[in-house]
Structures are given as C-alpha cells and as structure tokens.
DNA sequence: GCTCTTGATAGTTAATTTCTATCAATTAGG
DNA sequence: CCTAATTGATAGAAATTAACTATCAAGAGC
C-alpha cells in the first residue's frame, strides 16, 4: 500500500519533473525523495517516472496515479477542515430529550437568547416518558436530557439547572383562591389530581400528599397538565403544578388560578444529563452556563443553581 | 496529517464498535489500534470514540471521518488496480512516429494481425521528417519510432525488424523492362530520380548512385514516392524504391514497372527506436516479436530480422 | 578537460509503529 | 457478594520505516 507521504512526493515529481525541486517542495532531501519514489515503485510493481540525468518525465501510469494521489490528498486535507469545525463550540445539532414536564415550558424562554448567541446550534427535541428517555440517551439515540433529578445511573453524569417550586392550582372560585399562600394544613379535605404514574411529577405529588395528608385521586389521572387544568377547572379537584408551567400556560388565562405554599415550598430540581464519557461534555457545561444565565434574567419564579459565570 | 493507517483503524472501530475486535480485522494487537486511535484524535484535535468499558460509540465528528476515510482508502485501493491493469501487456495506447516511406506501407501488412491479438492496443501514429521524428521522440511526445536504422543517439535505444530491399521502378516500356533482373552497369546513363533531402531514402539513393557511377537528379525531386512513381511514368528517369512500397502501390498498377537487383541488392534496415530508460522497453520488445512473426507470413519480399520466437 | 548538476546508493540516525506486560474498571456468572 | 473474564488504557521495549549525510557515476555546459 503507498503512504500518503509517497503519493505527495509523487505529486511532486509530477509537477516539477525534477526531482531536487521536488525534494525541496517536501521539505525533504533529495536521497529520501528519490528512496521513497522508489519504493512506490516497487509497492505498485510498475515504474511511474522515467528517469535519466537530463530529464524527467512520468510514464502514463505514472501519470494517472499522480492524479489519483492529488485527490486523494486533497479529501484527506479535508478531513482536518471537518475536524477543526467540529471543535467550533456549540455550532452543531443536540439531540435533546425533554419530559413533557419540563420541555414546553421551560425551553421556549431561553430558546431565544440561545439561538441569538449560537446562530449555528439545532436543537432536536424529542418529548418522552422518563424511562424512555433514560435508555434512549444510554443508546446513543440522544445527546442530552433535561430532566428531573436525582438521576442514579451509573453511566450518566448530571448538572444541575435549577429548582422549581411547585404551586397549588384551583378552580377560580375555590375558597382556597382568596388566599394569597397556601399553608399546607388548608389542603385537608381536598382530592388532589395528578399525572397518571410513569411521571416523576406523579411521584412527586404523590409524595407531597402524603406528606400533608392529602388524597390523591386515583380515579381521575391527567395525560398532561393541559387536561389536568382543564379537570381543576370543571370542579374534580385541585393539582399540583410546577412554577414554569404556570407562568406559561395558567397566569394569563382565568379557568384556573395558581398559589404559592407558604414557606419552603415543595420543589423539583431540573437539571441535564449525559452520559459519562461524552466528547461533548464542554459543549454541555457551556450550554448550561447560558441557559442559567438565560433564566436568571428571564424566570425570576425559579431558582437558578447552576454556574452562571462565563 | 492522518496516516493511512489511521484511518484504517478509524473505519475498523466505526464498523465494530469494540476496540480488540476492530484490531482483529486489522492484524494488529488491541494496544495498537487503541493507541493510534487516541492518536489521531490528538492530530486533528477533536475527539473520534466515545468510549467506556461497556460500549463504544462514535462521535459525530468521528462518524463523518470515518466514511470520509473509506473512500479514501477505497480511492488507495484503485491505485493498486491500476497499477496492475497497467502492467497487461500491450493494453494502452503506444505513441509511434513513422517516415512516410515506412508506414503507409508496412504498418498495413501487421495491423489486422496485431489488432485481433491485442484488442486493446491503440496506435497513435504519426508521420514525418526523420530529424523530427527523433526529436519528438526524445522530448517525449512520441513513445516509439518505425524508423530506418542506424540511428547515432546516445539517449535512444533501437532494435532491427526486417531488411527491405531497393529495387528499379521504370516505366513499362523502358528497354530494362524486358530484363528479369537488373545488373547495376545496366543503369549506365540513366537517371535517377529521387526524393528531395531530410529523407534518409534520399540518402541511400544517392549513395547506390554514386556506387554505381549512375547520374542522380537534382533538377526534379519528389515530396512523396507516389509523386516520383507518376514522374517516372512520364519519363522523366527512373528511381530506386523499397520494396514494400512495390509491392503495395507499384504491382498492382501498369504505369510503371519494378525489377530486382541481379545479386546482393541494395537495401535498407528498418528498426524500432524507443529512448533509454522507457519503462515500456518489455512493452516494445513484446510488439516487435509479434510484428517479425507477421512479417514472416506476409512478406516474403523483405528479410526479417528481429527474434521470432515468442 | 574541468566543473557543476543530476538521480542513485550506502550507512547511520531519528521517528514511528507495533509488540508484550500489565493496569483499573466493568460485567457476567456462580 | 465474590470471583473470573473482558474491556480500553498505559508503559517500556523492539521492530520497522523514514529521513539524514556522504558519496557515487553519468551527463551537460563552458
């Protein structure tokens, strides 16, 4: 098999006709030019220049070969154009995967500042069950999750993003709705509607229920917190929803109305996670900075954790 | 820059995803391939695996560089084949240059023959004065020449074919016509007439005439033997001519007539020139058997000379 | 005839590639 | 839960390749 190094003293030989000026355009002396075209020679079994003391000149397959070889380097030049753009920071595509909890809500604020600053960066979003998500980032099918935490797999590695207090949602003309802040002894006596199980936040309500001694319906599940709204509106019960997706989709319709918990509020953390041994992990902090630098402008209802220095 | 092999084991990985059963289709042990893929990450400085003891994946940048490096190494590969292909003998294209007395006259006989042994053998063929011939040939514009021997240049090498006798063109009713054969003192007092300077025919005729003590013209010379055959018709002298020419343009006609020369005649020796150093030289040698061996079958007029045996 | 230039060869050195031995980490099986 | 097997990585040594310097023979130019 030639090497690279042969096919371009080749090309050389093939442009010069001389095989001193070819040496100096390697940057190679003359003897290790002459050895090496030499030794292409007898890898190949055909002779490529013929050579006298007066003259050069490159036989036909000599000729062709030379041809091959100038493309031959050209597309491996190529391959480090390929790989100094793909160090360019954050100008590819992320495969993302969001839980329906988090992703409609809570992209769509930073998605604007993100695209501004990386014009170059595609976010491919795709919305799944946890577990779902889980494996499917464990794969390779996806790059990075936006996710609830803790995340206890011993093959991802997680940040931090933020926490998100979770609000008490109810029907508009619900007696609780002249309150300002809800302490959790209020709820006594209240069906609370959540998510159907599979969701960390079913897990989440469920817990802070029976923390406060509240029921938790079984009888009536949401599919997504629209339709669990829209089951608070008609009087089935009062819910527990993320901070975010109440800015988004409750403060500015009046079906619903949402209350903070006195005090320390029950929250959830959202952070990102990958898996451990990612070449992308760099790109991941960066990004991470940004979007908590994002939200501290723009989601003062949260708090924000990660590092939002530069 | 990547090596060759590099890129090799760049692919290995990429269709195994596991780094000993990618060294095992390359022949090599696993600490090479693995060090030589961390390598070459380091050359183009990005990263190329993502990697954990359990499972290996490539990375985007190593995804586009690898199929990038299989074309690369399939375009290495084609340079072997053609380095092969142009090894098979008498397959290309041979460029040859010819003096007009020559190749209108003998190349005729060989090509039918050289063309159904060797289908893919081109002749490019070309006509001209002897001193541009052999420059063209020198410069490399030419590849072989048909061509009257000797010939006295250092950079090129030569090898007979055949000796082509001269024989006595007249007009049908000149009073040597009657004879079966020409004694040279029956030339006493007759003119030749021959072709005008640079032909090397033009030589030889003069030379014959001066052995001979027999007038050479100065007055009227041809650009052709077809121009000399139509002025010896007319009676304007006679003139001496090869004997393939005879053959292919004087027997079959009536306006003139040829005679041998009683005895040894005078003749001329007819080679192939090609220049020292030529890789083709097998290439060359292998055509002129083939044309001695045609020559052979359809020529009894001249003497082959060249090695018949295949 | 002498000097300069050419591509080639020989011996040596430097660089690269490959090996063996071994490691720490992870997984699978008992 | 423990042990054995397998993984990719590292270190040092050996083998191979590429490059150097010195020099050669041959040819061209003056």
Redesign the pocket.
Known sequence: MP?L??LR?LVAVADQ?????A?ESC?????????????LEMRLGTSL?E????K?MMTPAGKEIAERGRRILREVAEIHTIAKSGQSVLSSVIRIGVVQTVGSYFLPLVIPDLHQEYPKLGLYIREGLPDVLLRSLEDGALDLLFFPLPVNR??LDSLSLFREPIQVVMPWDHRLAQEPEIDPVMLRGETILSLEPGHRLHELVRSISEDYGVDLSHDYEGTSLDTLRQMVATGMGLSLMPALYVKSEVAHQDIVVARPFRGTAPSRTIGMVWR?GTSREKEFRLLSAFICRSLTARAPEITVLGDVSR
């Not at 006709?17 to 000026?21: A, I, T, V």
């Not at 940057?27 to 030794?39: C, F, G, M, R, Y």
């Open positions: 090497s190094q042969q003293y006709l001389h095989f001193r000026r040496a940057n190679v002396t003359q003897p290790t030019l002459s050895a090496q075209i030499k030794e220049v050579r006298s003391r007066s050069v011993v093959e451990k």
